[in-house]
């Protein structure tokens, strides 16, 4: 035995004791949270010299109640009545109307209308696999912009609305005729591979979901530059990675329109994400020159408290009751019109094996674009199970690997 320490009998016995210490609390805790769960009224007299005894343990678990009450209830989907709704998007038109400068942040939230599911409310993704549920998606390819993206196109078509942040990367933005220019999608987007080896950077936008083989921090797709014969990547940012590519994140337009912003709306972004940009929020300003913060989202975000008005409706409804008050038509989708056939890049002959995915497909005539719009109108899009690519990898980060 060491000059001054213990022998191993000593040792040994301190662990003992330290083990039977450790369950005796636990039980303790087991015995004093079933208590809590009773009505006061029903308690016993020795359950209450219990609590009485386990003053620090009682805080501890009210507190944790607590906790998983604020949580369940941020989870929460919260509509506001019609009557309510109406008047707060009046407020909001008022608010448009007299921005100098509005820019708009948008998130998963105005996909959902085109089956792209988002991950964290009630059926995203994430909630669903947390609760042991099997999911699938509508397949990608099939998904066409929303009246939220319509809306926003004709918004900034009328100079009401000056740039246009996003988190999405369905690339339904782009396809509902929003210029490039006025778009930041700051994590990426599914239609573009570029190649990093050219200066400046050559862009190849295609028909088709280009992330098929791309994953975290694996970002090739398999093709080559027409021009130098380097390797091309996707343009998408993982959870966990940082954007480092110039287009289509466009994070420079981001910032200046962030910096020059008397209005911002956010619409359906459950803000976790974008909370993490300062950038975004001007918070180095004073507070008086902040921009007006205007929230559309179902859910509690992290940033409500700074809101000027948050409204708890759907995009679609919420932007519909907007356009009227605005006295502004909301445009049609149509293919036929789709920015993304005049803007893409054709595969060269040995690149058609290429991929997989299913392209997108012009109509062949305007009869054929009303034929399939009127049969198609309201009908859910064909389910296809996750499978890789930028939205299957997001699926995957809301798993829980089991140990073994």
């Known amino acids: 035995m060491a000059a001054g320490g213990l022998s191993r009998s000593e040792r040994k016995a301190a662990e003992r004791d330290k083990i039977l210490q450790e369950e005796q609390q636990r039980n303790r805790l087991r015995q004093v ?16 010299r219990l609590l009485a005894e386990s003053e620090e343990l009682v805080k501890e678990l009210q507190g944790r109640s607590r906790r998983r009450e604020g949580l ?17 998007v009046r407020e909001l038109a008022v608010a448009v109307q007299n921005a100098k400068y509005l820019v ?4 998963a939230g105005i996909s959902t209308a085109a089956s792209i599911p988002d991950y964290r409310g009630p059926n995203g993704v994430w909630t669903l696999l947390q609760k042991g549920r099997s999911i699938s998606a509508a397949d990608l390819s099939e998904a066409e912009p929303t009246l939220t993206h319509m809306s926003i196109a004709r918004l900034h078509e009328q100079k009401l609305v000056q740039h246009v942040v996003s988190q999405n990367c369905d690339g339904l933005h782009l396809r ?19 190649c990093t080896s050219c200066t400046p950077n050559r ?6 979901d280009v992330t098929e083989r791309t994953a975290l921090h694996r970002h090739q797709t398999g093709r080559t530059c027409h021009k130098c014969g380097a390797h091309l990547r996707d343009t998408i940012v993982h959870f966990g990675e940082r954007g480092i590519l110039g287009q289509p994140l466009n994070w420079e337009a981001a910032t200046e329109a962030a910096s020059k912003a008397d209005t911002i709306l956010c619409l359906g972004s459950s803000l976790k994400v974008l909370k993490k940009y300062p950038r975004l929020w001007c918070m180095t300003k004073p507070p008086s ?17 700074l809101a000027a008005l948050k409204l708890h409706g759907k995009c679609d409804d919420v932007m519909q009751l907007l356009m009227d008050e605005l006295g502004l038509e909301i445009p049609h989708y149509n293919r036929w019109q789709d920015p993304i056939f005049s803007l893409a890049t054709p595969l060269r002959a040995d690149e058609e094996g290429s991929h997989s995915r299913k392209p997108l497909v012009p109509p062949q005539s305007a009869e054929e674009t009303q034929s399939r719009d009127q049969k198609e109108q309201g009908a859910p899009l064909s389910s296809v199970p996750f499978s890789g690519g930028w939205f299957g990898r997001g699926c995957t980060k809301g798993t829980k690997r089991k140990k073994v």
């Open 203 to 208: 862009e190849y936008l295609r028909v088709f």
């Open 104 to 107: 708009i942040y948008t998130g």
């Open 176 to 194: 509902s005729g929003l210029p490039r220019s006025a778009i930041s999608e700051l994590h990426g987007n599914m239609y573009i591979e570029v």
């Open 289 to 305: 020159r902040r921009p007006k913060l205007y929230i559309v989202n179902l859910q509690w975000t992290p940033k409500d408290d």
């Open 72 to 88: 369940k209830r941020r989870q929460q989907e919260v509509c506001d009545d019609p009557g309510e709704l109406r008047r707060k």
């Open 33 to 48: 949270s079933r208590i809590l769960k009773k009505a006061a009224a029903e308690r016993s007299a020795e359950e209450c």
